[in-house]
């Protein structure tokens, strides 16, 4: 009976081997989601980033996976003039699903730890400067529903620096308008509490006058009254493409750069650097750091020329 389980087990084990990639995939994503109790958001972007991973390289079992395929990904992907950043979130990817294969399911597989990924360029953050915000936020028509639910979500983002899809997930039972925040949960799964300006504070009240309904979520769809749902961050493109063209402001405005322009905005201001990475909701100060520690060139220059004096006399 025993020796019938060993190799029950033993035929299972090496069917698992056999197995290809892409047959692989899905268990890992399952994982991912419900052990890691990782977002949605990221979920996609993995199973996006695995799927590119097979179609360069192709699918075969996992055992026959080899370092030389990362070197081949890395070459065919730069051939198409496909940047760093992008081969960086595929290779990722493809490090945390051998990591689950090697240590959750214990196949044999090339160890993610020596997988190299590409380092990313450093670019100069962009945000917008006070002139150019209400610049931005003058083209805005709050006449209308439509309207008025966008410059809420832009003055949401610029007054609590959360991340797109934080202020989506919003409900408005959770805001405390005494207490001037709202718990959400965040990236990676992480609950933290968004702390709203007295600005911000009065376009939702504005907003929420207007609404009839009593859908949970604060920000909901327009066009569908009988059948309203909570709006996602695809639906937003286009509504900040537009105000960017109708108010002249050469500049790339996206919802993360009004992230941007919020902790810049502190940092200007004076505020510790330790504070906009709790306000942010950065995990590490480093993070925090490396996007805004000198961040304006021309006050860094200033302050280089002010402070910086070697003479003794």
Request: charge should be positive; charged fraction near 30%.
């Amino acid at each position: 009976m025993l020796r019938k389980i060993i190799q029950s087990l033993e035929t299972l084990a090496s069917n698992t081997e056999e197995k290809t990639l892409n047959q692989l995939i899905p268990d890992f994503l399952s994982y991912a989601k419900y052990d890691l109790e990782l977002s949605d958001e990221t979920i996609q972007k993995y199973r996006h980033s695995l799927r590119v991973f097979i179609l360069t390289i192709g699918d075969f079992p996992l055992k026959k996976l080899t370092q030389d395929h990362f070197i081949s990904l890395k070459e065919r992907l730069r051939r198409r003039g496909v940047g760093n950043s992008y081969v960086a979130g595929i290779i990722y990817a493809i490090k945390s699903f051998l990591k689950y294969c090697g240590e959750v399911k214990k196949l044999k597989c090339p160890n993610p730890a020596e997988i190299r990924i590409p380092k990313r360029k450093r670019r100069d953050v962009i945000f917008l400067t006070k002139k150019e915000i209400e610049k931005f936020i003058s083209v805005i028509d709050t006449g209308n529903k439509e309207g008025l639910r966008f410059r809420t979500i832009v003055e949401v983002l610029l007054g609590t620096g959360a991340r797109i899809s934080e202020a989506l997930a919003i409900d408005r039972s959770n805001i405390d308008f005494d207490k001037k925040e709202v718990k959400i949960i965040g990236k990676g799964n992480k609950e933290r509490t968004l702390f709203f300006s007295e600005r911000s504070l009065f376009w939702i009240k504005k907003y929420l006058e207007c609404r009839k309904d009593k859908q949970e979520p604060l920000f909901i769809t327009l066009h569908t009254p009988n059948k309203p749902r909570r709006l996602k961050r695809d639906d937003m493109w286009r509504y900040f493409k537009h105000h960017r063209i109708l108010s002249g402001i050469n500049k790339k405005i996206t919802p993360h750069i009004l992230r941007h322009t919020m902790a810049t905005t502190l940092l200007f201001n004076g505020c510790p650097i330790s504070h906009i990475k709790e306000l942010l909701g950065h995990d590490r100060l480093d993070t925090t750091c490396r996007y805004y520690l000198g961040v304006d060139k021309e006050q860094a220059k200033k302050a280089h020329e002010k402070y910086l004096n070697f003479d003794c006399g």
